[in-house]
């Protein structure tokens, strides 16, 4: 259905904000923003601000929904005889062999991860994304295997593949803050994506394999 133009005006206002916003946080850090400010280099009153970002942090962590549904994703996008695991190792490994800002391998990088790391508050806030990355992909695995609501090996392997996102993205978060091209950083995201393989077990590796139809 084509998008109507209340709702195309909403969108832009918006990403409008979240643009305004994530300026201002980039050059003067999170804390240090308010947000009135943010609300009259936007051009809205503060009450707009609130109807479409809650909280501060969720300006700030505008694309997390697509963070938390990234690994459902991947595993539902398996192919015919492959494992969960080995979708999610396929999928992320394309997105670094393509250098994708997806993964943080992009200029700049570093002065979104200094943020955070300059915010208790999107510290907090990054924890509990991460603690819904697990709930989602666990919640995925049990409807695409048919296990038990006591099944623990949804539990567990979600588990070992929201590890395998945490460490990549920690990993190119760390190079990019180390000054590191992206080519170079890619390079050895690739190189870590192996390890991490050798690391999982054969029975993470076989889990929900995609029956032929």
């Known amino acids: 259905m084509a998008e109507g133009l209340r709702e195309r005006k909403k969108r832009q206002t918006r990403q409008h904000i979240s643009d305004v916003a994530t300026g201002l946080f980039l050059e003067r850090g999170f804390d240090a923003v308010t947000i009135a400010e943010i609300a009259d280099a936007a051009d809205v009153s503060v009450n707009t601000v609130y109807n479409y970002f809650p909280a501060k942090e969720d300006l700030f962590f505008d694309r997390s929904a697509g963070v938390v549904d990234r690994l459902p994703r991947y595993v539902r996008g398996r192919e015919v005889g492959e494992s969960a695991a080995r979708s999610v190792l396929r999928q992320f490994t394309a997105e670094v062999e393509a250098v994708s800002p997806t993964v943080g391998l992009f200029a700049g990088y570093d002065r979104f991860m200094r943020v ?33 609501a006591d099944d623990p090996l949804p539990t567990l392997v979600g588990g070992q593949l929201a590890w395998v996102q945490g460490t990549l993205m920690g990993f190119v978060g760390r190079q990019m803050m180390a000054g590191r091209e992206v080519a170079e950083v890619s390079r050895e995201a690739l190189v870590l994506l192996d390890e991490m393989e050798d690391l999982l077990s054969e029975r993470v590796l076989n889990y929900a394999m995609r029956p032929a139809p």
Do not use: F, M, S
Request: without cysteine; negative net charge; aromatic residues 6%.
């Open 116 to 148: 955070i790391q300059g915010a208790h508050a999107l510290k907090a806030r990054l924890w509990y994304l991460q603690q819904e990355v697990v709930e989602q992909v666990e919640n995925v695995l049990r409807e695409e295997t048919g296990a038990a």
